[in-house]
Nanobody, 121 residues
Framework: QVQLVESGGGLVQAGGSLRLSCVVSGSIVRIYAMGWYRQAPGKQRELVARITSGGSTNYVDAVKGRFTISRDNAKNTVYLQMSSLKPEDTAVYYC???????????????WGQGTQVTVSS
C-alpha cells in the first residue's frame, strides 16, 4: 500500500515562510509526478504546484514567484517551499502522487492526509 506522510503545516504571519514535506513509501514502482493541492473553506480543491519525473514544474498563477516545489528522489520526498505567505494562502494542503503499483495497469493517484496552513494578517 502506498502511503504519503505530510508535515510542515502550521500558523504563520503574513509575509512569513513555511516548508511542507511529503514522504512517499510503500509498494510503488514508478512515480510519474508529484504535486501539492489545497482546499480552502467553501472552495474546491485546486492544484498549487506539480513536478514531473523529468523535473518540469508548473504552478497556479497565484503562487508563482512565491512557492517552489522540489523533490529528493533518494528520499522519495517532495517539498513545497512557501514564502511571502498571504492570508489567502490559508487552506488544507494535500500531497498527491501519480504513480504505478505492481500488478496494476495504468496510473494510480494517491493522496496525503492533508496539513493545515493558516496565514494571519
Amino acid at each position: 500500500q502506498v502511503q504519503l506522510v505530510e508535515s510542515g503545516g502550521g500558523l504563520v504571519q503574513a509575509g512569513g515562510s513555511l516548508r511542507l514535506s511529503c514522504v512517499v513509501s510503500g509498494s510503488i514502482v514508478r512515480i510519474y509526478a508529484m504535486g501539492w493541492y489545497r482546499q480552502a473553506p467553501g472552495k474546491q480543491r485546486e492544484l498549487v504546484a506539480r513536478i514531473t519525473s523529468g523535473g518540469s514544474t508548473n504552478y497556479v498563477d497565484a503562487v508563482k514567484g512565491r512557492f517552489t516545489i522540489s523533490r529528493d528522489n533518494a528520499k522519495n520526498t517532495v517539498y513545497l517551499q512557501m514564502s511571502s505567505l498571504k492570508p489567502e494562502d490559508t487552506a488544507v494542503y494535500y500531497c498527491n502522487v501519480e504513480g504505478q503499483e505492481p500488478h496494476v495497469v495504468g496510473v494510480q493517484y494517491f493522496w496525503g492526509q492533508g496539513t493545515q496552513v493558516t496565514v494571519s494578517s
